[in-house]
């Protein structure tokens, strides 16, 4: 009897390691989408009014992790290296698309002559434009910064700049198709230090500058978001983005939504009347009506046509039969805040509002923030990028970072400080500013609401450390998963080794993986 037990346990067991085996060699295909913006709440107050949705259908099949977190600082940046890299500021070296870093110099200074120290900018204003202020969807390399190369002072490009590797590289490196489109051509970086990562990366850009800004509407951004989902669509279909042949659809593709970002901010939809296709919500307010997440029109326009999108892909992948064989990802890089338009509070920028303070010009510590926040073109200034958090690279060390935080301390109430991060403090999450070039000296997160500028364009904002900036939604489904909601506490970077690990391959090829200790999400068959 007892033999006749162990031998039914072993067959068992070996019937569940089958399958899991089988669990684990199902996946061909990641499908990872990032709704810039979306809170875990609103993928709970949506899939709730909205059964037969795509949401819905995707965790149907799928879990839901609805306590996950962005690591460290929430811009887009950090939040997408977050989910393809497993790591976060600690090992990618990225804080913001405008940050500093002390060993580069500006783009004018093509012989890197004098004090290294400046701003590192990768967003819409590197671009290449023609005449008519359209972008041209690539890199003009004489607007990037410049740094020395085994001697000579060179371009600093996006991909240079990431320290560590992305899934994309591991995927490509062990045979695989690899795609990504995104919102600007500074996305260059998703290819990683190799530079080749992405073989199809699409990039139409969103912010002209001096040209139309589809950010000012909720229905231009969508059609800026429409782009990029007719190239997933070619893609599962095995072309290129362009549609042009193609070698199958990619092992690891996907890209970013920004319509449920922009109704999230908007003040005014289409406050200019500059998107002439928007004849339905110009004027009206975007956001939320309340602090239970209820949307307006404006915000409920951009979840409804990103979820239409998303409907789309899944009926591309299930005529294409590969649906079975893919596991769809739906996150978010960053969320916004707040939630709650009562708490919005915009009381100017940062530096502003400390030179404004009765010793705001004579106070060291004040004026250091001051020199900071008024970057000169060229040399060592130091910076400050300021949204929902204030992130300050001092000038010199004539006046401490400890000084300064005490400084910011004394004067919290005046300046809206939740928090200061300086110093010990600020070393027990990032690296030591005094050995890493790129971490800011201080971190300010502002009281919840707080939004450090003067515009009226937008009511809402991310980049800090938040719970409305850094818990996001999440939903990992494939057919052969059953519902599951999962409180866990985890981080969006446990999305990128769960990718290589759905795909048989090891995690611990991502370099941010190995350095920071990254787990695969729980609950998951791979």
Same mark, same amino acid.
């Given at each position: 009897?007892?033999a ?5 346990l072993?067959?068992?067991s ?14 061909k ?12 709440l ?5 899939v ?5 949705s795509a ?7 799928g879990?839901t992790?609805?306590?996950?977190r962005t690591?460290?600082?929430s811009?887009?940046?950090?939040g ?5 890299t ?13 940050s500093?870093?002390?060993?580069i110099?500006?783009?004018?200074n ?8 400046n701003?590192?900018?990768f967003?819409?204003?590197?671009d ?14 004489a607007k990037l ?11 600093l ?5 990431i320290?560590?590797n992305?899934i994309?590289e ?8 690899t795609a ?9 970086w998703?290819?990683g230090p ?8 699409y990039t139409p ?32 279909h095995?072309?290129?983005h ?8 990619p092992?690891?593709f996907?890209m ?20 002439a296709?928007?004849?339905?919500f ?16 404006? =915000? !409920? ?6 979820? +239409?999108?998303? &409907?789309s892909?899944? %009926?591309?992948?299930?005529s294409?039969? $590969?649906y079975?064989s893919t596991?769809?990802i739906?996150?978010a890089?960053h ?24 010793d ?5 510590a ?5 020199n900071?926040g ?19 690279? =001092? !000038? ?6 400890a +000084?300064v935080? &005490?400084?910011?301390? %004394?004067?919290a109430?005046?300046?809206? $400080? ?5 110093g010990?403090?600020l070393?027990l999450k ?7 070039s ?5 971190i ?10 003067t ?8 980049g800090?450390f938040s719970?409305?900036d ?5 939903i ?8 599951t909601?999962?409180?866990t506490?985890?981080a969006t970077?446990q999305v990128a080794?769960?990718?290589l690990?759905?795909?048989?391959l ?20 791979f």
């Amino acid at each position: 009897m007892n033999a006749r037990r162990i031998f039914l346990l072993l067959a068992v067991s070996t019937l569940l390691l089958a399958s899991v085996a089988q669990a684990e060699t199902n996946i061909k295909h990641v499908l990872l989408i990032s709704v810039d913006g979306l809170h875990a709440l609103d993928v709970s107050n949506y899939v709730a009014a909205h059964p037969n949705s795509a949401l819905a259908e995707l965790s149907k099949h799928g879990v839901t992790f609805s306590n996950a977190r962005t690591p460290a600082n929430s811009d887009s940046f950090p939040g997408l290296m977050a989910l393809v890299t497993g790591g976060s500021p600690v090992t990618t070296g990225l804080f913001y698309d405008v940050s500093y870093d002390r060993t580069i110099f500006d783009p004018t200074n093509t012989t890197c002559s004098g004090g290294a120290g400046n701003m590192m900018v990768f967003d819409e204003s590197i671009d290449r434009y023609n005449a008519q202020n359209v972008s041209l969807n690539v890199i003009d390399p004489a607007k990037l910064p410049r740094h020395l190369e085994s001697g000579a002072c060179l371009p600093l490009w996006p991909h240079q700049a990431i320290r560590t590797n992305t899934i994309f590289e591991v995927v490509k490196a062990a045979g695989g198709h690899t795609a990504w489109a995104d919102k600007h051509p500074a996305y260059d970086w998703v290819n990683g230090p190799s530079g080749t990562g992405v073989d199809d990366l699409y990039t139409p850009e969103i912010t002209n500058v001096n040209g139309l800004d589809a950010t000012v509407s909720v229905v231009c951004t969508v059609k800026n978001d429409q782009l990029k989902v007719a190239a997933i669509l070619n893609e599962i279909h095995g072309f290129n983005h362009n549609g042009t042949p193609g070698p199958g659809t990619p092992a690891v593709f996907g890209m970013n939504f920004q319509a449920v970002s922009v109704g999230q901010k908007l003040a005014k939809d289409n406050f200019d009347g500059s998107c002439a296709d928007d004849t339905s919500f110009t004027g009206q307010a975007g956001g939320y009506l309340d602090g239970a997440g209820t949307p307006t029109k404006v =915000l !409920q326009y951009g979840l409804e046509k990103t979820d +239409q999108a998303l &409907a789309s892909m899944i %009926a591309a992948l299930k005529s294409q039969g $590969i649906y079975e064989s893919t596991l769809f990802i739906v996150s978010a890089k960053h969320g916004q805040s707040p939630i709650n338009p009562l708490k919005v509070n915009k009381p100017g920028h940062f530096a502003d509002l400390v030179a404004a303070l009765p010793d705001g010009t004579t106070n060291p510590a004040a004026i250091a923030i001051n020199n900071a926040g008024n970057n000169c073109p060229t040399g060592p200034c130091g910076a400050i990028s300021d949204d929902d958090v204030a992130l300050i690279w =001092l !000038q010199g060390q004539d006046v401490t970072a400890a +000084q300064v935080a &005490a400084y910011l301390n %004394a004067n919290a109430n005046a300046l809206f $400080i939740e928090e200061v991060m300086g110093g010990n403090e600020l070393k027990l999450k990032f690296n030591d500013p005094a050995h890493d070039s790129r971490t800011p000296d201080v971190i300010v997160q502002p009281i919840y609401g707080t939004i450090y500028t003067t515009s009226s364009k937008k009511n809402a904002e991310h980049g800090g450390f938040s719970y409305g900036d850094t818990n996001v939604g999440l939903i990992v489904s494939n057919p052969t998963l059953q519902a599951t909601t999962l409180k866990t506490p985890v981080a969006t970077s446990q999305v990128a080794p769960t990718i290589l690990g759905a795909l048989g391959l090891n995690p611990k090829n991502l370099k941010s993986v190995q350095v920071e200790k990254t787990e695969k999400l729980p609950g998951l068959p791979f």
